[in-house]
């Protein structure tokens, strides 16, 4: 806590400083971080899913590949896993029993590509991909993204798996929608990657919070929200209430800060208080992770439990980030 203290004391000198005296950033990017292995390449990503989804990417990355490749990989690990239940197939559905999907995924260059309110596909980290590659646009949405889908080969198939239909009729029986921290109904998997040139990409895919009304889109698809990467800096993203996280578009303000200086953990702890600051958040989780161009690496959240996986200096591991709530 008391880096966080610190960094929020001098968080309007920083500002200043870093526009004014260029070098100040400079030399606070160069101090100790205790979360620095300084390994390359590395990939990081939410929850448990993360491990099978590191493995993947790592894999792509150890090849030579590009960090955009590895994090697409990587996510459509948890996206086709019916087990997965906030991630593509067999995601939990809407009030009205609808599977629906929001995705994003950005490169080094700043190429950027997301897809919200989509049914029927159950990879829609692929379709964000291709948004970005093929066309003039960043998102693509509903009906529109689900036919952009299919006239490029992709298969209609129903998400809805037999145990998440079982769920949602346990839920149709009261009908109370009610966040529960730390439980699948918002355990989106957002991945970050840093390849063996240091170029950075990142990737979010999610079914969204369960039971949400028909037409809900959270912060995934949104970049700067669920995602963000700015390949001078670092990357940033989030998972939990997705709504907390667009009122502050919290994945940009975490790479701005280490913009400005910040450690990767310095930027999630204060991008987690201006949360605290802010909005009702003894009810809601929220965790952010982020890298910088070192392979330093930050993790926090409002309520304890949030873990995350990290794959860097040939280990992958699951690890439990620090908290606001203890």
């Not at 809407?94 to 994003?104: H, I, Q």
């Not at 129903?158 to 929608?177: D, P």
């Not at 990657?193 to 809900?216: E, N, P, V, Y």
């Amino acid at each position: 806590m008391s880096n966080r203290r610190n960094f929020i004391k001098g968080g309007v000198l920083g500002a200043i400083g870093a526009s004014i005296f260029p070098k100040l950033s400079i030399a606070k990017m160069d101090k100790t971080n205790p979360n620095s292995d300084n390994g390359f390449p590395m990939v990081i990503s939410t929850w448990r899913h993360g491990m099978p989804a590191n493995e993947e990417a790592m894999e792509v990355l150890q090849g030579g590949g590009k960090a955009i490749d590895a994090v697409e990989a990587g996510v459509r690990i948890p996206e086709a896993d019916p087990e997965s239940m906030s991630v593509g197939l067999g995601g939990l559905p809407d009030r009205e029993g609808k599977v629906t999907l929001d995705a994003c995924i950005m490169d080094e260059t700043g190429n950027c590509g997301s897809v919200s309110f989509l049914q029927h596909i159950k990879h829609p980290i692929s379709v964000a991909r291709l948004v970005m590659d093929n066309t003039p646009h960043v998102m693509l949405s509903g009906s529109g993204a689900l036919q952009f889908a299919l006239e490029n080969g992709f298969k209609k198939e129903n998400l809805l798996t037999e145990k998440a239909e079982k769920r949602w009729r346990e839920w149709l029986k009261e009908s109370e929608y009610k966040p529960v921290i730390n439980v699948e109904n918002h355990d989106t998997i957002g991945l970050l990657a840093l390849d063996k040139k240091g170029d950075i990409s990142g990737a979010c895919t999610t079914s969204g919070l369960s039971w949400k009304m028909h037409g809900r889109v959270g912060d995934s698809p949104v970049i700067g929200a669920g995602m963000f990467v700015d390949n001078e800096v670092g990357g940033a993203c989030a998972t939990g209430v997705g709504e907390a996280v667009l009122k502050t578009l919290g994945s940009f303000l975490v790479v701005e800060l280490m913009r400005q200086g910040a450690t990767p953990q310095e930027a999630c702890e204060e991008a987690i208080a201006r949360i605290v600051k802010n909005q009702n958040y003894k009810d809601m989780q929220i965790g952010y992770l982020a890298i910088n161009k070192k392979g330093e690496h930050g993790a926090y959240a409002v309520h304890p439990w949030f873990n995350y996986a990290l794959y860097q200096g040939g280990e992958n591991q699951m690890i439990d980030s620090l908290s606001y709530l203890k």
